[in-house]
């Protein structure tokens, strides 16, 4: 694993060696920074879809995946399997269901439907808020560091949610532009990032 490191023996995950690094993560990433209520980016379910087998019942990582796939892939498998006991939901929005929808592979388009539909956020009432303030976000000059508009409606349907956490593997427009965006509700991070701020709690979570 390109993370955390498996111990056959044991059958269990190395996730620190000495209590001085694990101390060291603890004051660097606090629990209560913990991200609570995650928005997944199109990209993010879409993987978890694709290497659902590896990020939920934690089959080894085809070698053929590309590096940085890879390590997301790795950081959701832990992240999923300590989901249940951390609380913390996962949202997606109809932005979302409607970008996958344009999936051409009709089976892999089922498969991600499929997954969003059991993390979409189904309250009528909410769901319309959040369609008005992603596109009234989206059409903001505050956001403007983000050249994608469906990006800047995905990151208003997550404030809508009230979300402290974007999840994203968009590197090239929205990760690498992120310190350009004005102080916002939450926070946008990788899964690998995310995975750094759960992982010195692990222990309390497994």
Known sequence: MLLEQWDPLRRKWIMYRTREEHSADCAKYPIEAVPQRIFLDTNVVNLMVKQRASVFEQEPIPDTLEREAAI?????????????????????????IEEISQTVDD????????YAFEVVHSDPEDTAYAADLGRRVADSPLIAALPDRNDRELLG??????????CTRDHRTIVRKRDLLPKLPLRILTPREWWFHVKPWGGLLV
């Not at 399997?81 to 997606?92: D, E, K, T, Y």
């Not at 089976?107 to 499929?114: A, K, N, P, S």
């Not at 349907?157 to 974007?166: E, Y």
């Open 72 to 96: 997301d892939t790795e950081a959701l498998m832990h992240i999923t399997s300590m989901a249940f006991r951390g609380g913390w939901a996962m949202v997606v929005s109809a932005k979302t």
């Open 107 to 114: 089976v892999v388009r089922e498969d991600l439907l499929d």
């Open 157 to 166: 349907n997550a404030i809508a949610f009230g979300c402290d956490v974007f």
